[in-house]
C-alpha cells in the first residue's frame, strides 16, 4: 500500500486495521541466486537496489538479530559529503544525492533534513587542513565553506566562542547541505521497498559458515536456519566482517572498535544544525523528538562488546560542556556503543575478494550512515554483475597490497 | 495554605517547619520532608504536567524516580534552572521555584492539545508515511513544526552557575538500594568486617521501609528497626552510607557509577559545596537490591489526572501525610492495592470500590479488606473513566471469560489507585550482562545467571515479601564476606501479597477505538502496539522503535513489561519468546556537568609551558596551540604589527642572529647496547655507523611506508643517545618504540625516556651566533674546525650542564642548547645578555617557519599528511640501501609507491609576488578548472619572505620534478592564480651559510 494522507486518512477511519507488514517474514528458501549477509542499511540498500536496478528477484538477505539494529540503529546520523580525497567525494557525494530524494524514492520518509554540518576549527593546523578541504571540494563540485567564529556562532548560536577555552575556536568548515535522517527509517524503508520487490529478508538467521566448491568458489552458507545454497554472496556486516570473512578463509585489513553515543532528555530546539569537533572528540545535534544526539570518539582498544567505557562518555561530555556551557545542567539519557570497522587508510572497502562468488562491503568505521544509498546502489552493481560500479572501483580489498590508500585519516590525524 | 489534603499527624514530614514555594508563579506552602511531588498533592494540585504528543492533561502516576508525567522545570536563576526534573525527587526547599513545561499558553489551558483529536489521524510511526511531498517540504515546513511542537523542557539559557565534583571509591561490598534487602545485606556484610558503601537514590534511606506502619521486625515497630539499623551501620567504621546518591551505570569489572545529589535540595547552600558528585566505584562484590516497580493497568484513559498507582497513593499518605483523593476507586489484580485501600480508609478516605480484575482474591489483605467493610468486587474491570483535568469517574464493568468486558458502571471518584502487580527491578542487573529468565509464576523477568561478582536481593529478584527480602539481603550480605547467613530476624504483621496482570486490560467494545496508555510520557497506547506488530514489527526493538514505547525519560520503567506482553498476544508468541528491549544505561538521567566534573576552560586539558613561557610572556610574546603546548609565535613590540614584527625577526635572524626557545621538541632518551640497532630499525637512516659527537636527521616512517616523524639524533656514547622528535608527536614516538620494542623485537637492550620536560632548550641561529655563545660555554671548543655542522657536545654553559649541539632548521649557522630546564631561564637570560651585544631578536614559531621553507625544509604534519613518501619529499637518498630492514621498507616497494607521477615536493612562485596563495589550495592546470577538474596537487606551505621581498610556497604536484621550470594554477577564493613550478629552495641554494 502506498503511503500517503489520504491512505493515512482512510485507514483512520477503518480504525487502522488495513495496514498491511511493512515486509514479509518469510522461511528461507534452500537456495538463492544472491545472498546479502547482513541486514543493516547497506546489506538493505543493496539487495533494494539489486532487486530495483539489476532486475535481481530471488535473493535474499540474513540477518542475525533484527533489521537495523546493527550500527545502522545505534548511529547517530551526521550526513556529509565533504571529504578529501576525489574517490570519497565521488562515493560520498553519489550518496548525498540519493538522499535528496530518497523519500520520494521509498515512499517512506526517511527525515532526511539538511540542517548543515559545522566542523570546528580549534588551531592553526585544523584551519590548514579545512581550508584544504575546502578548496579540494569547491574543484569537485561539493559544497563547503569557511566560517569565521563569528559567523560560526551566528550559524549556532549555541556555540561558545570565548577565547577562555582551552582550544579556542579559530573558524569553521560549514557544509549547509549536510545534515541528519532518520536511521531506522532508512533501514525500514529499504526493508519493505526489498521485501515488496520480490527480496526474502530473514532476520534471526545467523550466518555460521561460507561453503565453497572445488573450485574454491562460494557454493552456499550455514546458518542458524539450516544451510542455504547460493553462488553468489555480498557480505555487509560492519563489525562483524572479520569474522564472517574468515568463515572463508579471508583475512580483512580491519579493526574493531566500540563507539558510543548518548542522547539527553527531550528539549525545546535549541540546536539547529550539526557541530563537530574532531579535535576534542564531541559532536552534537538535535534529534526531531528534542534530544541532543551526541557522539564520542571511539575507545582505545579494539572489543566487540557494545558498551564502552565511562572514560570515554566522560571525555566527550567533557568537551560538549566545553563548547555548549549552557547544556551543562542537561541529562543523560541513553548511552549506547556500537562496533564499528575500521580500515588503514579509514576508506571502506567495496570490492570482490580472492574467492569467486564472495563480495564485501565493509570498513565505513565511525562514518558509513551517511553513504547508506550511495554504497548500496555501487554494492548492487558490484554483485550483481561481478564488476565494479566506476564509483566503487578504487575501494578495492587489494589496495592494502598496491599501496594505493585513500587516506581520509592523512589531513587530520598526523602531527606538526 | 499549608495543604487541605493533610492528615493531622504521621509522615516523615516536620509540620513544625513550614516552606514556602510556587508553582507556575503560584504561592503554595509545604513542610520540611516534603518532595515538590508531595506539597503539591497536600495542596490538591494533582495537574502537573502534559503528555510529549497529545499534550494530555496528566499528574503524578509514582512516588519515585519513575515517575513519567509529573516533570517540571525548577531554578529561580537562569544559571540554575534545571529542566524535566520528576516531582517526585524535587525536595522542598524555603522559595523554591518550579514551573510545568510543554504547554501554551497554561498547563491547565493547552492549545496543543487539540492533537488528542486528530490522535486518530496520528497513529504510531505516521510521520514515516507523510510529510513527504512535495520533496524539500519536510526540512522547509514540516520538520520545523514538529521540532517545535516536541520536545519537553526547556534548556537553561545562561552558563551553568553550579559546580560539580568527581571521586573514586573502592570497597569490599557495595550494595545499591537501602530498603530491608539492601539494610539486611549491608548489616551482614559490617558485621563481617568488610567495607561496606550502601547507596539509595532517595533522600533517607530505608526504602519501603520509609512507608511502613504495621508491620514489626525484631519485636520493635518497623521504623524503630530501621533507626537502630541505620545507626548501627552509621557507627560501624568501615560502612559510607549514601543517601541521594543513585546508581546509574554497571560496566565491566564490577565498576558502578553513581551519582549523589549534594546541595540541590538545600535553600541557601555553602557556595563550596558542588551540586553534584560523580562516584566511580569499583566493588570486590556487589549486591543488588533494587526493589521492584508498581504496573499500572492498561484501561482506556488511564491517564487522568488522579489516577496513579496504588502504593503511589499508599505512599503519599504514609510518607508524607497527603490524602491523595477524597474517594477512591482501587482498580488493581494484586493484592498490595488492598493494603493501600486499608491505609487510605484509616486517614478517612472513602473507598468507593476495590475492582478486582482476578476472578478471585483470597489472600491476607483481601480478607481484611473485607473484614473492614469494603467494598470488594472480583472480577472487575476498569473500561474507562471520566474526567477532564481531574478524574471524577471510573466506569466498573463486569469481566468476561473471553476476554473482554461489560459496559461500564459510572462510579463517581477522584481517585483511581491502581495496581498490576509488581516488577522487578533488573535494570543494573542487566547492565552488569547478567543473564534473566521469565519466571511463570511471577509473571516477570527476575535475574537468573550472574556475569560478574554480583548477587541480587530482595523484590529485585521477586523476593517480595518483607520477611522474605530481609532474610534474602542477608544472606546476600553475609555470602559477599563469605559468612554464613544469619538466623532470620522475625517479621510480624507484613503478609505476602499476590497477584497480577499483564497487558491490555479486558476491554469493552473496539480497543481501537480508545486510547489506553502503555507508555504515559511518550502517549504510547495499546493500539499502537499491535498497529506495530501488524505493521510487521515483530522484534520488540522494532516495536519500541517504531511506537517510542520505552523511550521516553522514565526508560520504560512502568511501561516495558506491559508493552511486552500486549505485543506478544499480538504476536501470538510467548514473552520470553518475544524477549526484552536491552536496557541501556544509565537507570534515571544523569546530569552532563556531574560527568565531565572540573573539566572546563584551562582545566579541559593540561597546558604545558616551556621553562621559558614567563620570560616570552613578559616580552610581547603572542601564544599558539600545539598540541597541549603554548608556543611563542612573533614577539610583537609597541606599535608593531604582525607583518612587521615578523619581518624584523626574520631579517634580524638572517642578518645578524636569533634566539628561538625550541623546548617543545620531543626528547627521548635512547639507551643500550642495541640502541643503534633499534634505530636503525625504525628510522630510514642509518645509525649503526655514526659518530660518538655527531648528529644526524632522522626520518621515520609508519608500517604503510608513510612519512610520520622527523628529528635530529645525536649519539653522545656508543649506546646512548638523545633523539629529538616533533613537538606533537613525542608522546606517540615513544609509544611506537615501546610497542616496537616490547612486541617485535624484544631480544633488542634498549630503554626509553621521556626527557621532554627535562630539558629546555634554545635555539641560537644567525651569522652572529658564534660569537654570542663563545663568552659563555666552557669545556667546548664551538670553533667551525672543532665542532662542524651535525654535531653533539657536552659541556658547561655559564656553569651548568649543558648539551650543546650544532644544527640549524633556519639555514644559518645554529647552535642548540640543551641545560636543565631549572636553570633554563637563567642560561637563556645570559645568552640574550651577550646577544644584545650582537643586536639579536628573538624569534617566533611563525618566522621559523618561514626561515625554514625558504630552505626547503619540511614540516611534517604540514608537507606530510601520512600519504607522503620519504622520496615524495626528494629525501629518497636518505634512505640506507644497504640496511636488511627497517620500518616501511616492505611498503616502500609496492607498486603505488614506486609509480611515477606521485605527488612531488616542488617550490612554487606566484606570479604576482605580492599575492599569498592560500595553505591547502588545489593546483591545477587550467586557469578556469571546470568543476571536476582533477587537481595535480595542493599548496602545503605558503609565506610572504622579508628576506626575499616576495611571496613563495611548496606544494605536492603530481610528476612535480619533472615540472619544474613550467607553470601551474592555484585556486583561490575568487578564481586562480597563476605559478611558475621551482625547486623546493628559495635561499642559499649552496648551503654555505650553514657550514659558516
Ligand atoms: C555510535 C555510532 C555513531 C555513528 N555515527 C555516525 C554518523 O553520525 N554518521 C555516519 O555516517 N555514520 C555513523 N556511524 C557509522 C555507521 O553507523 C555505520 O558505518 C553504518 O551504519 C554501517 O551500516 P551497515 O549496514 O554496514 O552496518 P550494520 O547496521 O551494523 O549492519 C550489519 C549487520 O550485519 C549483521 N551481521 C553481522 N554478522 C552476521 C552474521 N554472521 N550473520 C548474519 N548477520 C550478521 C549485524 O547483525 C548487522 O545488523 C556511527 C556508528 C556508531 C556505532
Redesign the interface.
Known sequence: MKFSYLSLARQALGGHQGWPEQWRSPAPKSAYDAIIVGAGGHGLATAYYMAKEHGMRNIAVLEKGWLGGGNTGRNTTIIRSNYLWEPSEAIYGHAHKLWHGLSQELNYNVMFSPRGVMLIAHSHHDEQSFKRHIYANRLAGTQNEWLTPEQAKAFCPLLNIDPSMRYPIVGAALQRTGGTARHDAVAWGYARGASTLGVDIIENCEVKGIARDASGAVSGLETTRGPIATKRIGVVAAGNTSVVMAMAGVRMPLESFPLQALVSEPLKPIMPCVVMSNTIHAYMSQSDKGELVIGAGTDAYTSYSQTGGLHIATQTLEAICEMFPTVSRLRMLRNWGGIVDVTPDRSPIISKTPVPGLFVNCGWGTGGFKATPGSGHVFAHQVATGEPHPINAPFTLDRFRTGALINEAAAAAVAH | MTGDNRVQSGGRIDRAKPIGFTFDGKKFTGFAGDTLASALLANGVHLMGRS?KYHRPRGLLTMGSEEPNALVGVGSQES?????LRATQVELYEGLTAVSQNNWPSLSLDFQAVNGLFS??I?AG????????P?GA??SLY?PL???A???????????A?HYANLYAHCDVAIVGAGPAGLAAALAAARGGARVMLFDEQAELGGSLLAESAARIDGKPAADWLAATLAELAAAPHVTLLPRTQIF?Y??QN?L?GLERVSDHLASPDPKLPRERLW?VRAKRVVLAAGAHERPLVFPDNDRPGIMLADAARGFLARYGVTPGARAVIATAHDSAYRAALELAQAGVAIALIADLRPNAEGEWPEAARKAGLRVETGAAIVGTRGHLRVSHALVAKRWADGSAGRGEAIACDLIAMSGGWTPSVHLFS?SRGKLAFDETLQAFVPDVSAQAERSAGACRGAFALSEALADGAAAGAAAVSAAAPAPVSVEGAPAAHGGFLGLSPPHG?P??SKAFVDFQNDVTA?DVT?AT??????I??IK??T?TGMA?D?GKTSNMNALAIASQALGKTIPQVGLT?F???YT?????S???M???????P?RQTPLHAWAAENGATF????LWKRASYFKRPGEDVKAAVARECLGTRERAGMMDASTLGKIEVVGPDAAEFLNRLYINAFAKLGVGRCRYGLMLNE??YV??DGVIARLAQDRFHVTT????AA?VITLMEDFAQTEWPDLKVWFTSTTEQWATIAINGPRARQMLEPLVEGIDISAAAMPHLSMREGHICGVPTRLARVSFTGELGFEVNVPADYGRAIWEAIWAEGRKVDCVVYGLDVLLILRAEKGFI????E????VTPDDLGLGKMIAQSKPDFVGKR?LA????AREGRKQLVGLLPDDSQFKL?????V?DAIA?A?????LG?VTSSYFSPTLGRTFAMALVAGGRSRIGGTAYV?TMQGTALVRIVEPIFYDKEGKRLDA
Not at chain 2, 599 to 605: A, I, K, N, Q
Not at chain 2, 918 to 922: R, S
Open positions: 510529549f540554575r534552572f534545571t529542566p524535566n486518530s489521524f497513529p505516521f510521520y514515516y508515511k507523510t510529510f513527504m511531498h520533496k519536510w526540512e520538520e514538529i521540532r517545535r516536541a520536545g519537553l523542557g526547556r534548556a537553561p539559557k545562561a552558563r551553568d553550579d551505570g560496566y565491566a565498576f557509577a566511580r547492565q473496539d481501537q477505538k493500539r498497529l501488524r505493521e510487521g514489527m515483530r522484534s526493538e522494532h522503535r517504531y517510542t525519560t526508560q536491552t541501556r544505561l544509565p538521567p544523569v546530569t552532563f556537568a560527568i565531565a566534573g573539566s572546563r576552560r584551562e582545566l579541559f586539558d597546558v599558539e596551540e600545539a598540541g604503510a611506508g610520520m616523524d616533533t613537538s606533537v608527536g606517540h614540516v611534517v604534519g604540514q606530510t599528511d601520512g600519504t611498503s609496492m607498486p603505488d609507491l592560500d595553505e591547502g589550495a588545489q591545477v578548472p568543476i571536476g577538474t582533477s587537481a595542493h585556486t
